[in-house]
């Protein structure tokens, strides 16, 4: 290699360095300044860190810590369960139907989850479901991808 395209090579990867630090001082900048400052765009660190603070301790940060942490953990417990379940089912009884719908689920890991958001929120909204617990719940219990995986560690199971 040249020494122009080492050095092309050093500036490329300087600026990538650059653009992926960027949102975490951006993140620093917005902690320490106003609204007023982060809406104007200052890209400077201020002197509002502890005000900041301040402000987002009085605004329930622990409930709202709380919530994700039982969410978190309740969801994963759950999906756990679930899809080691289907995966074992999936791979030790042997059926045609069951053939055609794992292919189905395998389809299913092709669509991303944008493609699904605005049926999804109808059909909670058919069921009265909007801002409940349980609507974030349901579409993360049972995921194509879960039981996929534990369809896979299944198969080294002995089938004795």
Not at 37 to 49: A, E, S
């Amino acid at each position: 290699m040249t020494k122009v395209k080492t050095a092309f090579s050093y500036v490329i990867l300087i600026l990538a360095s650059f653009l992926s630090a960027f949102p975490l001082y951006y993140m620093i900048c917005g902690a320490t300044n106003t609204s007023i400052d982060i809406v104007r765009g200052r890209l400077l660190p201020g002197t509002h860190l502890l005000e900041n603070f301040q402000t987002l301790i009085a605004q329930n940060l622990g409930r709202a810590m709380f919530n994700s942490f039982r969410n978190a953990i309740i969801i994963t417990v759950v999906a756990l369960l679930v899809c080691s379940i289907a995966g074992y089912g999936f791979e030790i009884y042997h059926d045609k139907g069951k053939d055609i719908l794992m292919s189905i689920l395998l389809l299913a890991m092709m669509l991303p989850f944008v493609a699904i958001m605005i049926p999804l929120f109808k059909m909670f909204s058919a069921w009265k479901l909007v801002n409940t617990w349980i609507a974030l719940a349901l579409p993360s219990i049972s995921t194509p991808f879960l039981i996929m995986m534990f369809r896979q560690a299944a198969r080294s199971f002995p089938h004795d």
